[in-house]
């Protein structure tokens, strides 16, 4: 898919981002009884198809790939994987060739679900891997056997690890901290791999803090966090914490209590909630509201990262 469309800053530009993305208010009477105001910060609007966290986590990685003349990305996901769909599309708007490791080699034999149909048809070449592989993809060996699948090598591509966290997306999401500073005093955000909620934390001002509510099970993101936060500014940053009561059961589950709330948000509010990821973060606020976890008067904003439109049914 290479080809001679400008690259960098400039090509970047040119997908006009809507930076700082909206904030609206939105009236619900959960948290209004308790003195609460609620507010959206409405990053899925940022752009039609590299929406929310992805483009700020993608962007300092596809500067990074055009200023050092790699033109591959070479990336990971699940078969439902917003990150690996955010790649393919950045890949056909920029002229950049992209390859995603699937997880989950059974899936080779199956015909492509629409997160998964949407990558091929955006120039993505998939590669489906056994699960006991992709879990040990960030060691280098195993890392070039199946950069050697599809005929690359670590060199010739730039590596963006799953879900786009890495240090230099840590510090592209620190933008969403900056445009909240004096905006909101407690944050929610859903995490996935952590990148968002490292970036986001770093970036707010003194007084504000951060709640990551984990999509998965497990109890590692917190050092994952760490890790990410100390690689991009050098130390832990900011005032954030993580509740993990949230997860729905794990990655693209949902309790029946979790469907029940989304359900509900979208009646009340005529905003469908993209279930994987915003939902259980949304979920996670209101029932701290409920459960009297804000002082009155606080603020608090809840950052809309993606929208639902191919989230697997029911989850």
Known sequence: MTSDLPRGPAALAALDPRLPSPLEELRDERFARRGLRLLLKRDDL????????????????????????????????G?????????????????????????????????????????????????????????QKAEPEVLARVTARAGLTADDCLVVPEGGSNAAAARGCAGLGHELRGVADVVGVACGTGGTLAGLAAGLAGGQRAIGFPVLKGGFLEAEVERLQTEAFGARRGDWHLDDRFHGGGYARATPELTAFAD????????????????????????????????????????????????????
């Not at 993608?58 to 070479?74: I, M, Q, W, Y």
Request: charged share 20%.
């Open 46 to 77: 940022i752009h039609p198809e590299l929406p929310g966290n992805k483009w700020r986590k993608l962007e300092p990685n596809l500067v990074a790939a055009a200023e050092s003349g790699r033109h591959t990305l070479f990336t990971f996901g």
């Open 264 to 315: 509900d948000f979208t009646t009340r509010h005529g905003l469908p909630l993209e279930r994987l990821y915003v939902a259980k973060a949304l979920h996670g606020l209101t029932t701290l509201a409920e459960e009297g976890a804000f002082a009155r008067g606080t603020t608090v904003a809840a950052v809309i990262t993606g929208a639902p439109d191919l989230s697997p049914s029911g989850v």
């Open 79 to 135: 078969a439902y994987s917003n990150h690996l769909r955010a790649t393919a599309a950045a890949g056909r708007l920029l002229g950049l060739d992209t390859v995603g490791v699937v997880r989950g080699d059974e899936l080779a034999d199956r015909p492509l679900n629409p997160s998964l149909a949407r990558c091929a048809a955006d120039g993505m070449r998939l590669l489906f891997v056994d699960r006991a592989t992709y879990r």
